[in-house]
């Protein structure tokens, strides 16, 4: 028995050591990445408010008041007026901010919009970044625009990430003449100059013949942009995923897989695809910005989002085309567009912290 003494002890110390997976390293050095995890908190922060805007006691993005056109910065409080209803002149009820300034609410927002009316009533902050040519609140229309921008960069990502994975995927494991194919189609596909064929598909879909047609299927402009932007954008990410599947297809848990019998799918998106997740992840954060940039840009020149909704491109077109040589209304222009340039460079310094945090030749 005294001879097992030395391995108990061995034994006692072994329990006391705690492992740390890959994920709880990963957020342990992100954490220490300062930049990073700062812009981290940022975008949260801008996702919270993006989603709680119907509930922030802002004025309502669509309403207009011709009596404050143009005005700045207003610090002081401003309350909804009551609005008398037709046949009864002894009652009194606000404005409904549903129906005149958030338009088609989803239940979400339709409850986020009740609960401010019951906790806030009819009191909201002033124009704290100014109005517009039609007088409505342009820091209200920020944070409602910014649900339009993020969720664009957001679903096109994600559209282009689901093509670029699977194809790279299927490419890279299947290999051979298979492989070869599949990568001179991108080839192909690379020098197709993609920014004017967004452009001109854009166009020719928002003719009113494609137009009828497509809303008698469900789809309009927006949901035609989501799927073209992100089919743009898979090309790189194919590639990159289709060198990580070579150099993990004739490792020993792939091998382990076939001798049990599992499908080459199976084999695919069970066991490759999860090993790619931290490459999936980093080319999300490097890729939303250049989906909004894109966003913004076709806002810009009229082929984005429609009125009356409201994204960071359309606010900054707006902004611009309010500017004359007279009156110079720089909060116009200015609030949007640090909005779309600190959320960018955000998501570049996230990408960043990311690709060395999941970078397992950076752990000590």
Same mark, same amino acid.
């Given at each position: 028995?005294?001879?097992?003494?030395?391995?108990?002890? /061995?034994?006692?110390?072994?329990?006391?050591?705690?492992?740390?997976?890959?994920?709880?390293? $990963?957020?342990?050095?992100?954490? +220490?990445?300062?930049?990073?995890? =700062? $812009?981290?908190?940022?975008?949260?922060?801008?996702?919270?408010?993006?989603?709680?805007?119907?509930?922030?006691?802002?004025?309502?993005?669509?309403?207009?008041?011709? =009596?404050?056109?143009?005005?700045?910065?207003?610090?002081? %409080?401003?309350?909804?007026?009551?609005?008398?209803?037709?046949?009864? %002149?002894?009652?009194?009820?606000?404005?409904?901010?549903?129906?005149?300034?958030?338009?088609?609410?989803?239940?979400?927002?339709?409850?986020?919009?009740?609960?401010?009316?019951?906790?806030? @009533?009819?009191?909201?902050?002033?124009?704290?970044?100014?109005?517009?040519?039609?007088?409505?609140?342009?820091?209200?229309?920020?944070?409602?625009?910014?649900?339009?921008?993020?969720?664009? @960069?957001?679903?096109?990502?994600?559209?282009?990430?689901?093509?670029?994975?699977?194809?790279?995927?299927?490419?890279?494991?299947?290999?051979?003449?298979?492989?070869?194919?599949?990568?001179? @189609?991108?080839?192909?596909?690379?020098?197709?100059?993609?920014?004017?064929?967004?452009?001109?598909? /854009?166009?020719?879909?928002?003719? +009113?013949?494609?137009?009828? $047609? *497509?809303?008698?299927?469900?789809?309009?402009?927006?949901?035609?942009?989501?799927? #073209?932007?992100?089919?743009?954008?898979?090309?790189?990410?194919?590639?990159?995923?289709?060198?990580?599947?070579?150099?993990?297809?004739?490792?020993?848990?792939?091998?382990?897989?076939?001798?049990? @019998?599992? =499908? %080459?799918?199976?084999?695919?998106?069970?066991?490759?695809? %999860?090993?790619?997740?931290?490459?999936?992840?980093?080319?999300?954060?490097?890729?939303?910005?250049?989906?909004?940039?894109?966003?913004?840009?076709?806002?810009?020149?009229?082929?984005? #989002?429609?009125?009356?909704?409201? =994204?960071?491109?359309?606010?900054?077109?707006?902004?611009?085309?309010? /500017?004359?040589?007279?009156?110079?209304?720089?909060?116009?222009?200015?609030?949007?567009?640090?909005?779309?340039?600190?959320? *960018?460079?955000?998501?570049?310094?996230?990408?960043?912290?990311?690709?060395?945090?999941?970078?397992?030749?950076?752990?000590?």
């Amino acid at each position: 028995m005294d001879d097992l003494a030395p391995y108990k002890n /061995i034994l006692a110390e072994a329990k006391q050591i705690h492992g740390v997976s890959l994920r709880q390293d $990963a957020w342990r050095r992100l954490k +220490k990445n300062r930049v990073a995890f =700062s $812009a981290l908190v940022f975008l949260g922060t801008v996702a919270m408010l993006s989603f709680l805007t119907p509930f922030l006691p802002l004025q309502a993005p669509r309403q207009v008041d011709t =009596s404050r056109q143009m005005l700045a910065s207003q610090c002081s %409080p401003l309350f909804y007026e009551t609005l008398k209803l037709p046949g009864d %002149p002894g009652t009194e009820k606000l404005r409904d901010p549903l129906e005149e300034g958030f338009g088609q609410l989803g239940p979400v927002s339709g409850f986020l919009l009740q609960a401010r009316v019951k906790i806030f @009533g009819r009191w909201s902050l002033n124009s704290l970044c100014g109005t517009d040519k039609l007088g409505r609140d342009v820091l209200s229309r920020i944070f409602w625009g910014s649900r339009f921008s993020l969720v664009v @960069g957001l679903v096109a990502t994600m559209v282009s990430l689901v093509i670029g994975v699977t194809y790279g995927a299927v490419s890279g494991y299947c290999g051979g003449r298979i492989d070869n194919l599949m990568m001179r @189609g991108v080839d192909v596909l690379y020098p197709i100059p993609f920014f004017f064929l967004v452009i001109f598909l /854009i166009t020719v879909l928002d003719a +009113k013949e494609f137009r009828t $047609a *497509l809303a008698a299927w469900g789809f309009n402009r927006i949901t035609v942009f989501f799927f #073209v932007v992100g089919a743009i954008y898979w090309l790189t990410m194919a590639r990159v995923v289709r060198g990580q599947v070579i150099s993990l297809k004739n490792e020993q848990f792939v091998e382990a897989a076939r001798v049990v @019998g599992a =499908s %080459p799918a199976r084999i695919i998106f069970y066991h490759l695809v %999860p090993n790619l997740m931290s490459i999936a992840v980093i080319y999300l954060t490097l890729t939303i910005p250049n989906v909004m940039l894109f966003e913004a840009f076709l806002s810009f020149i009229g082929l984005g #989002v429609e009125p009356p909704d409201v =994204s960071w491109g359309m606010l900054t077109r707006d902004g611009l085309d309010a /500017i004359t040589p007279v009156n110079i209304d720089w909060w116009l222009v200015v609030y949007p567009s640090m909005a779309l340039a600190m959320t *960018l460079f955000a998501l570049n310094f996230l990408g960043d912290g990311l690709r060395d945090a999941l970078d397992p030749k950076q752990r000590r």
